[in-house]
């Protein structure tokens, strides 16, 4: 019995020898690993592409991950904005050197400023991150002194953030004596051949097939209106026939934010007969119904945008 128990004692004691040996050899040999792993210096990734990237990084046996991207109105989209690490710092080969991209400048849309006074463009424009330009002054028939007739660049196109909208702002009627075009779109073609008549000016009516306008309606004229005009000024007005029709249904389009942690921009383009134009275009909370009255010219699609990007088209 007793050899049994010293038996038992003696291979208690091997195996502890042995699991303090194994301890130790391996750390021993986990550390030659790691001192066989030499240092190098990180490399400066600031203002480089991708491609650069990886090819600098290989060549010191480091590892590239993006961690991110942002908009930088001074750093061109796909250059590395800033680097962790950071260049210069002592590292073992194989370390990750984590970058964020730029994604440059932050692209917004134009709102459509015509029609609106010059304070109201402007507020429109800051809330956009625009800033409101040059400001040139023109006569006007039909829009009183301050009213926006005209803008560059037009409503619906995109531009980067913190650019200028420049804007052509009503003068108000002229008082030298000059005449304007009136603006006779939508207006009776009789209504419109008489006032010509009366004024002396020469007049010439052409009927085509349109869906601008309704039978016997000016759906477009030349001059344009509000152009300077003499006594020997040509006008000619371009008349609905009686097969043309402009159809406007009234309708409501809705629009659900979709679910998320932060506010979205939303913009919203009608398409249908008549061409395209933005029915919608502001910031709005997750979760938010967007409902909008438009009137309709006969098949219309929605294009729903989302923070500058093309989501989906929904189908009236």
Not at 92 to 121: F, H, M, N
Not at 250 to 274: A, C, H, M, W
């Amino acid at each position: 019995m007793k050899k049994i128990f010293w038996f038992i004692i003696k291979f208690v004691v091997v195996l502890a020898i042995l699991a303090v040996a194994g301890y130790y050899s391996f750390n021993i040999i986990m550390s030659g690993f790691v001192r066989e792993k030499s240092e190098v210096l990180v490399p400066d990734l600031q203002g480089k592409n991708l491609v650069e990237c990886l090819d600098m990084l290989s060549q010191s046996k480091l590892a590239l991950m993006k961690d991110g991207s942002e908009f930088n109105q001074d750093v061109p989209a796909g250059i590395v904005i800033r680097q962790v690490p950071p260049a210069g710092m002592n590292v073992k080969e194989g370390k990750v050197i984590k970058i964020v991209i730029s994604q440059g400048g932050e692209i917004v849309y134009v709102p459509d400023l015509k029609g609106q006074t010059i304070r109201s463009a402007t507020i429109s424009l800051r809330s956009l991150g625009l800033v409101l330009g040059e400001l040139t002054k023109k006569s006007s028939a039909k829009y009183e002194e301050g009213i926006v007739l005209s803008q560059e660049p037009p409503a619906g196109s995109t531009i980067e953030k913190d650019s200028s909208v420049n804007v052509l702002v009503s003068n108000g009627a002229p008082t030298d004596g000059t005449v304007l075009m009136p603006d006779w779109f939508g207006k009776s073609a009789e209504e419109a051949k008489k006032w010509a008549i009366d004024e002396n000016y020469e007049v010439k009516v052409i009927s085509k097939r349109t869906t601008l306008a309704n039978p016997g309606e000016v759906f477009k004229q030349s001059p344009k209106f509000d152009e300077r005009i003499t006594k020997d000024t040509k006008i000619t007005f371009y008349v609905a026939d009686e097969k043309s029709a402009l159809v406007l249904e009234d309708k409501t389009f809705e629009y659900v934010v979709p679910e998320g942690k932060e506010n979205k921009r939303i913009r919203l383009v009608l398409s249908d007969e008549g061409g395209e134009r933005d029915i919608f275009n502001g910031i709005r909370a997750p979760q938010t119904t967007i409902s909008v009255p438009v009137k309709v010219n006969g098949k219309a699609t929605v294009k729903v945008f989302i923070n500058n990007v093309s989501i989906e088209e929904i189908e009236f």
